[in-house]
């Protein structure tokens, strides 16, 4: 158990709509970070956000946004839902998404499954 | 266009034989990771390396990052059903903002 939650599990919804998927990281952790697994694009890096705000974007698309709250859980949205988004959604977190060498903690990931 | 090319793929052995992992890269990193990740779970780190040549060893794993600091290897002696699952190589970026750029992974099964 790394430390890192991550709600739901399983997630299976139709083109077109919206959903939230939501990230609580270790207890201490600053940052937190998205990431999609795919068959075909392997692990990908959406975004960073760091004690509440966005410090780094990766290949996130301009349907897709994410937040980190005063609390330090993050949420990622995706919108106007593709059959190509269905993935497995990641979040990690790490103490201070700093030195690039620092551990990122890995949740147990969102499955989602756009129909 | 993929920036850390893992070979192979796919690689299926019997419990007992010594197997290598390559993680390849145009690109310079300042840190290079390998994490393993099973069946429903996410990728779990399993070593960090971060200067150029350097070898580290976990147990039966030995890591090495190559003296450019493009390239890396995993290398497994006397394979165990455990090591079973998907090897993940992750390249830290230079510049910019931290972020990892992975590979595509490489899926071990070992056979007992």
């Known amino acids: 158990d790394s430390g890192v939650t991550q709600t739901p599990k399983h997630l299976i919804t139709a083109t077109g709509q919206r959903v939230t998927l939501r990230c609580s990281p270790r207890s201490g952790d600053l940052s937190v970070y998205w990431y999609q697994q795919s068959l075909d694009q392997g692990l990908q890096f959406l975004i960073q956000?760091?004690?509440?705000?966005?410090?780094a974007k990766g290949n996130i698309l301009e349907r897709f946004s994410a937040q980190q709250f005063p609390d330090l859980h993050s949420e990622l949205n995706l919108s106007s839902l593709e059959l190509g988004d269905s993935a497995l959604y990641f979040c990690?977190?790490?103490?201070?998404?700093?030195?690039?060498?620092?551990?990122?903690?890995f949740g147990p990931g969102t499955r989602l499954l756009v129909l | 266009t993929q920036l850390l090319e893992q070979s192979p793929q796919f690689l299926s052995i019997q419990e007992g034989e010594n197997l290598t992992v390559y993680c390849n890269s145009s690109s310079v990193f300042s840190s290079l990771q390998w994490y393993r990740q099973e069946p429903g779970e996410g990728p779990v780190l399993l070593v960090t390396?971060?200067?150029?040549?350097e070898v580290k060893k976990l147990k039966r794993l030995t890591f090495q990052f190559g003296d450019a600091r493009k390239d890396s290897s995993l290398h497994i002696t006397a394979a165990q059903p455990g090591d079973t699952g998907l090897y993940l190589c992750a390249g830290a970026r230079i510049q910019g903002a931290q972020k990892l750029v992975f590979g595509q992974g490489t899926r071990l099964t070992i056979n007992p």
């Open positions: 390396v971060v200067t150029g040549g």
């Open positions: 990690a977190s790490s103490l201070s998404g700093g030195p690039p060498q620092e551990t990122q903690y």
């Open positions: 956000y760091y004690n509440g705000e966005e410090r």
